[in-house]
């Protein structure tokens, strides 16, 4: 696609509940991320994919956080058991390679609340 | 590991009046530096980028910023602020190194008045 796509853009989950968010780089990006964005504060970092080399996964701040890439392209960010402070928007962005060399391209992020 | 420090939460200019958003960073490689802006309710911008080439980097909108490797700053600035200057200024920093994610500052809030 043209730009960084995520999905839903919009999240009201119940407490408890796990919920999935997906993110479509743009086509022929080796590099992925998923940030946080909490009201008011800056991005989080939470996971970082880079071809197929393991992932970074020293963000994600517990282990109710996991996240997946699929065949080195859409990837996926889920919650378990949702808590009202995983109230965010959560960001993905993608690069052609790693963010040292270029820089990342962003999605309009996912607003999930947790209620 | 690299950070990077925004010194203002929030700076308000006049417009046509002078922008200077502080950034300092701290790497222990060669970093790369970026600035992206975010205006409400909107997605992440690049405003410019600095990978060791001229210290002295061009963005869009008017917008520039020093790599300072003495002083470990990157401030962003820009001429004459406009009222469509008003958003949130997020300096990054990265590392050479490669496969490091980018790291994000805190935010400066840029108000305009008219």
């Known amino acids: 696609g043209a730009g960084v796509s995520q999905s839903p853009s919009n999240k009201v989950t119940e407490k408890g509940k796990d919920v999935e968010l997906r993110c479509d780089p743009i086509s022929g990006h080796t590099a992925l991320y998923w940030y946080r964005q909490s009201l008011g504060q800056g991005l989080e970092f939470l996971i970082y994919f880079q071809g197929n080399s393991a992932p970074d996964k020293s963000g994600l701040p517990s282990d109710r956080f996991s996240a997946e890439r699929t065949g080195g392209s859409v990837s996926t960010l889920t919650i378990q058991r949702t808590q009202q402070e995983d109230s965010a928007v959560y960001l993905c962005?993608?690069?052609?390679?790693?963010?040292?060399?270029?820089?990342?391209?962003f999605g309009q992020g996912t607003r999930l609340t947790v209620v | 590991a690299q950070s990077v420090t925004q010194l203002d939460s929030h700076v308000s200019v006049s417009e046509g009046t002078p922008v200077l958003l502080r950034c300092n960073y701290s790497?222990?490689?060669?970093?790369?530096l970026f600035w992206y802006v975010q205006h409400p309710n909107k997605g992440l911008q690049l405003l410019l980028k600095?990978?060791?080439?001229?210290?002295l980097v061009k963005g869009i909108n008017g917008f520039e910023a020093e790599f300072k490797k003495s002083e470990t700053s990157f401030h962003l600035t820009k001429p004459s602020a406009h009222m469509s200057d008003a958003a949130e200024y997020f300096c990054v920093v990265s590392e050479w190194r490669g496969n490091t994610p980018l790291v994000f500052g805190k935010g400066t809030r840029l108000s305009v008045i008219a």
């Open positions: 600095y990978t060791s080439a001229a210290t």
């Open positions: 790497s222990s490689y060669s970093p790369s």
């Open positions: 962005a993608s690069s052609p390679t790693s963010a040292g060399v270029t820089e990342a391209f």
